[in-house]
């Protein structure tokens, strides 16, 4: 009898174990592979963890912004799994129906999306900073502090004036929480990779620097938007420097005015004490006066030879120019423009 009751309380107790066992089998199965990401979504969802966060800031942004529906499950499993010490900042796509398991490991990694940049129209710095770092978690002020510092940006072999240069306007893919250095870094590398071998011989062969080449392609670009005029435009600019003759670009005296709301450049305007006043001085302001895309750079490199040495808007406000060989016929070109203006009451 005594042997009776050993055998009920052995079986018993394989019995409750064996309950508790399966109970928690389960709970560990529920908790690494069910579904608890989006669950009642069918997108995914760009989330980002901002540099420095703690593991509970992280938890508590996941449930807070519905990415997560138990909150306990996934802190059991980031703590298995040493999530809690390993939290890495960035942009993560977690997709819809997620388990803890693997949206651990998606986080755990540093397994971030990348973002693109895309920076173009850009006039200045200040430009510049806004619009590469809209989709990044610096503020604009952290990039414009390298930016303006005249010591960080020797570094890289420019100087105030000329660093605008560096960046090639285009789209690029980084990371969402890149730092200013490391960004910095990035577009030295595009730039580098840019000025190929090929387009440096060309550079050498027409007498500029990769530098000049960038300023000059600025004032190009700024007189003209339609990329198919732009060789020719860039060929009138060309033959003024190869005989000495001031550049005469309007664009520069709207940006050594600073003020780029100017619709009409008025003789006011020409009397300007800038080097960026290509009335006054001859040759290339010190730098570019806005950020020169690439098919500017390229049509200063491929400039079309001919022998204009004047060109003017033309009077139907089309965004093409009228070219000329000589004065008289560029003033006469010019008065016509000249009276469109007036009819059109842009002073």
């Known amino acids: 009898m005594f ?23 389960f709970y560990f199965y529920q908790a690494f592979f069910s579904p608890n990401a989006l669950i009642d979504k069918e997108e995914s969802y760009m989330f980002k963890i901002p540099s420095n966060a703690t593991f509970k800031q992280v938890t508590d942004s996941l449930y807070q912004k519905g990415v997560i529906n138990d909150l306990i499950s996934f802190g059991f499993v980031s ?6 010490e390993s939290v890495k900042p960035g942009l993560y796509t977690i997709p819809a129906k997620t388990n803890n398991l693997n949206l651990v490991r998606l986080l755990r990694a540093g397994n971030q999306t990348p973002v693109n940049i895309t920076f173009n129209n850009v006039r200045t710095k200040e430009d510049l900073s806004e619009k590469i770092t809209r ?8 990039f414009l502090a390298l930016l303006t510092d005249s010591v960080y940006i020797m570094k890289f072999g420019f100087e105030p004036e000329t660093i605008m240069s560096m960046f090639i306007p285009n789209t690029y893919e980084t990371w969402w929480n890149t730092s200013p250095d490391n960004l910095f870094d990035r577009m030295y590398r595009e730039y580098e990779k840019f000025w190929t071998e090929n387009r440096k011989e060309k550079a050498q ?32 600019y060309m033959n003024r420097l190869r005989i000495n003759m001031p550049l005469q670009a309007d664009p520069t005296l709207v940006f050594a005015a600073g003020d780029f709301s100017i619709r009409r450049v008025l003789n006011v305007h020409k009397e300007i004490d800038s ?8 040759g290339l302001p010190p730098g570019p006066i806005n950020l020169p895309e690439i098919s500017a750079l390229d049509a200063v490199l491929d400039f079309e030879s001919h022998q204009y040495l004047y060109f003017c808007a033309k009077d139907d406000f089309s965004g093409y120019h ?19 203006l007036n009819r059109a009451k842009i002073y």
């Open 275 to 282: 080097p960026y006043n290509t009335y006054k001085y001859t």
């Open 205 to 236: 062969k027409i007498g500029l620097t990769p530098l000049e080449v960038s300023t000059l392609a600025s004032i190009v670009q700024a007189e003209t938007q339609k990329a198919d005029e732009r060789p020719k435009v860039a060929g009138v």
């Open 135 to 142: 989709n990044l978690e610096m503020e604009p002020d952290h």
């Open 322 to 340: 009228a070219f000329a060989n000589n004065l008289n016929e560029h003033l006469n070109n010019a008065r016509r423009y000249q009276a469109a």
């Open 3 to 25: 042997e009776d009751k050993k055998t009920k309380i052995y079986l018993i107790v394989i019995i409750t174990f064996s309950v508790m066992l399966t109970s928690l089998s």
């Open 79 to 84: 703590k298995v799994l040493k999530y809690q």
